[in-house]
């Protein structure tokens, strides 16, 4: 028991200072790039959350010489010294054979140290975090089902024109929701979209296009399912202040990206859309209950400046990151796993 312990303390402090470092390098390489697309950021952030979830390469110790016997190890000296077990005398024909059983050193029992109480912290701060992420993810589910209902059809067969120009085979499911201010994703790979029960009635048809783009570019790049993995590797290092960290710019980059998404896929000026997320933050703001990670608003400070880099002169958008980018990108992560 002594050995695994000390093996997941070991692993755990060496996986600790090599995330803070690399944190550290993505948050500067992400601050030199500040000024291009969000998408490379993004992937950039998504190299320290491979390195939280994969374990480094295994090396498996393989003998080259054979091995030597017990005694072979021992001086005559220390056999001497070595107490009996019992004598043992046998007769080989006519004669009687005296031989000492020697007794083999006994291990210590290995006491529990530092490290094993270090384990034994993280165990129950693991459970502790996974159980108060269950028991919120739960209840919100619960409250989600009791207060949605299926889109009618005029209305599903609009949204479905939106969705097509993500070239993707599977249409997330789309809910109307009761008691909730602006449109979010919610699920574990894709997600479905909620929108506002009265969401239709707002507004125009324009501006709910321009609202729903940016849910339906978290269903096209499967952010559930990246949000999933941020809560795993949350849940492992709660202990972490770079994980903490690492996760808030992974999401901010995130919607960002969506950001990008939304515009090009809308073909309208970034102006528009920027109006669109300060009226989905005014009502954001008259809820009371509180908005999921995957929606078009978070804190006023981020919306302030998401804005503000879309509405930078000469500023680009992208549908996703170049091939180039993400190889170089997956290249670094699989250098960073060892």
Request: proline content about 6%; some cysteine.
């Amino acid at each position: 028991m002594y050995t695994y312990t000390n093996q997941v303390a070991s692993y755990l402090l060496a996986q600790s200072w090599q995330i803070a470092l690399l944190a550290g390098i993505v948050g500067l390489i992400s601050l030199a790039l500040r000024n291009r697309s969000a998408h490379v950021r993004y992937l950039l952030w998504l190299i320290v959350l491979a390195k939280c979830l994969v374990p480094p390469y295994l090396t498996i110790p393989l003998a080259v010489l054979p091995e030597r016997t017990f005694t072979e190890h021992l001086t005559h000296s220390a056999l001497s010294e070595m107490p009996a077990e019992h004598v043992v005398a046998t007769d080989t024909g006519g004669a009687v054979k005296v031989e000492r059983v020697l007794r083999p050193p006994q291990t210590k029992h290995a006491v529990p140290n530092a490290r094993g109480a270090m384990v034994v912290t993280w165990l129950v701060g693991v459970f502790l975090f996974l159980l108060w992420v269950g028991t919120k993810a739960v209840r919100y589910t619960m409250w989600l089902r009791r207060r949605r209902t299926p889109l009618p059809p005029d209305m599903h067969q609009s949204f479905q024109e939106l969705f097509a120009g993500f070239k993707v085979k599977k249409s997330p499911r789309i809910w109307l929701t009761k008691n909730i201010a602006q449109p979010f994703v919610r699920g574990l790979l894709r997600g479905s979209v909620y929108i506002p029960a009265d969401f239709v009635d707002l507004d125009g048809p324009q501006r709910h296009r321009t609202v729903l783009a940016h849910e339906l570019s978290h269903t096209a790049r499967f952010d559930g399912g990246v949000n999933v993995l941020q809560v795993v590797a949350q849940a492992i290092y709660w202990f972490h202040p770079f994980v903490w960290w690492v996760n808030r710019k992974i999401r901010q980059e995130r919607e960002k990206c969506c950001d990008e998404m939304a515009v090009v896929h809308l073909s309208e000026p970034a102006e528009h859309y920027t109006g669109a997320i300060v009226d989905a933050l005014v009502a954001e703001r008259q809820s009371a209950h509180p908005i999921p990670s995957l929606a078009i608003v978070g804190s006023v400070k981020d919306i302030e400046e998401r804005i503000k880099t879309m509405l930078k002169p000469g500023k680009k958008f992208y549908k996703r990151p170049s091939l180039i980018a993400v190889i170089v990108v997956l290249a670094v992560a699989l250098a960073t796993q060892n």
